[in-house]
């Protein structure tokens, strides 16, 4: 036997006996304790230390090390160089992007996006709800260029963006106050947390009644958005999608062309999520 293969057999977790009595099949453990090493990452929904991560995954510093050494290099795990700290790497990413793919939400947006941003003229993003934020993990460009950094990956922000605002009105209050609590930034210290603002929300009780929400020049100067939810059978929010475009060319009017676009896109896949919904349970009957 080759000393690659000794490696490896060293290393596997052997067939253990299961409760009916057959037994589970030969994995490699080294895989598998990196794997603890990314569900601590995930479910810590942050950057985490070295020794944090440790912790989090039961193994030793040392140890944590030279996993995150392998991972780093396998694209799945990145340092940052200010803090220190370990988040999720491209790789990563990539692998998320690609599960998202083949989510129904995800699916019926992508070429009805791709539609409004050539019918209003003007760039659409998809977002869905990330551990740090609402994220953009789809941008139709459209028009003229914008002098803003938005890309797949961006998270933004929860009370400074139309999209931030959207997520805060349709998702449930665990999950909007742990997002509150994951995010940082000038904005966020200094706004009262939502669950202590009655001005705020009031705010999303507006959102909800008109069903998108707009910024004008925010977060970013020039820079105006509509953003509008897109609800699933149940009135859950499966993502949502929002128009950007240059403050004083776009108009960010609730009663706007492009405002009844933007909710007659986000309907439209709401109702072929409501469509698939009600196909898969005809089906299972």
């Known amino acids: 036997m080759s000393k690659a293969a000794k490696s490896a057999t060293s290393q596997g977790t052997g067939g253990r006996e299961t409760a ?52 780093s290099r396998l694209g799945l795990i990145k340092r940052d160089e200010l803090s220190g700290r370990y988040e999720p790497g491209p790789l990563a990413l990539r692998l998320g992007l690609l599960h998202l793919e083949n989510q129904p939400a995800f699916r019926a947006a992508v ?12 760039s659409v ?26 890309h797949v990956g961006t998270v933004m922000s929860l009370p400074a963006t139309s999209t931030g605002r959207v997520f805060c009105a349709f998702l449930p209050r665990e999950v909007r106050d742990g997002m509150w609590a994951n995010q940082s930034g000038a904005a966020n210290r200094a706004m009262t947390p939502p669950d202590e603002s009655a001005a705020f929300e009031a705010a999303l009780d507006a959102i909800r009644a008109r069903g998108l929400e707009s910024s004008v020049d925010a977060p970013s100067p020039g820079i105006s958005s509509l953003s509008a939810p897109v609800l699933d059978a149940d009135g859950r929010l499966s993502l949502a999608l929002t128009v950007i475009g240059s403050s004083g060319v776009i108009d960010v009017a609730a009663d706007g062309p492009i405002a009844r676009a933007l909710l007659a896109t986000a309907r439209e896949i709401g109702a072929r999520l409501a469509t698939q919904t009600s196909l898969l349970a005809s089906s299972a009957t």
């Open 20 to 71: 009916d009595g057959g037994k589970t099949q030969r994995g490699i453990q080294s895989v598998e304790v990196g794997g603890r090493v990314l569900l601590a990452l995930a479910q810590a929904r942050a950057p985490l230390a070295l020794s944090d991560l440790a912790t989090a995954a039961q193994i030793a510093p040392g140890q944590a090390h030279a996993y995150l050494v392998s991972l």
């Open 111 to 122: 070429p009805r996006v791709a539609a409004l941003a050539e019918a209003i003229g003007f």
């Open 125 to 150: 993003a998809i977002c869905i709800a990330g551990p740090q934020g609402p994220t953009i993990v789809r941008y139709e460009h459209a028009g003229f260029p914008l002098h803003v950094n938005l």
